[in-house]
Nanobody, 124 residues
Framework: QVQLVESGGGLVQAGGSLRLSCAASGRTFSNYVMGWFRQAPGKEREFVAAITRSGGRTYYADSVKGRFTISRDNAKNTLYLQMNSLKPEDTAIYYC?????????????????WGQGTQVTVSS
């Protein structure tokens, strides 16, 4: 299995930027499709972005398209989420997730392993 640890969350003003990282260990990172999800208080966990094993294709939720960029460095076993033009509605706990079997990109059930999450708070 793979272990995932997120970092980079924090408090930022609206319009600001943050870069989240997800460090992976335990198995070959490049074997996994990777994704970012988020969960706001009282809401279900929702898809944010995903990236294929090689990094050649990326997928985004409509709500973050054009503002967020997902990327990965397979040599460093690290996944990233660059978040620009942040809005108060982006406030949530952000989770990275790994999919060993390329089950899909958009659903929580598509992913096999999860990190513990990192809090992102955007003030207005």
């Amino acid at each position: 299995q793979v272990q995932l640890v997120e970092s980079g969350g924090g408090l930022v003003q609206a319009g600001g930027s943050l870069r989240l990282s997800c460090a992976a260990s335990g198995r070959t990172f490049s074997n996994y499709v990777m994704g970012w999800f988020r969960q706001a208080p009282g809401k279900e966990r929702e898809f944010v972005a995903a990236i294929t094993r090689s990094g050649g294709r990326t997928y985004y939720a409509d709500s973050v398209k054009g503002r967020f960029t997902i990327s990965r460095d397979n040599a460093k076993n690290t996944l990233y989420l660059q978040m620009n033009s942040l809005k108060p509605e982006d406030t949530a706990i952000y989770y990275c997730a790994a999919d060993r079997y390329d089950s899909g990109y958009y659903q929580v059930r598509d992913y096999d392993y999860w990190g513990q999450g990192t809090q992102v708070t955007v003030s207005s």
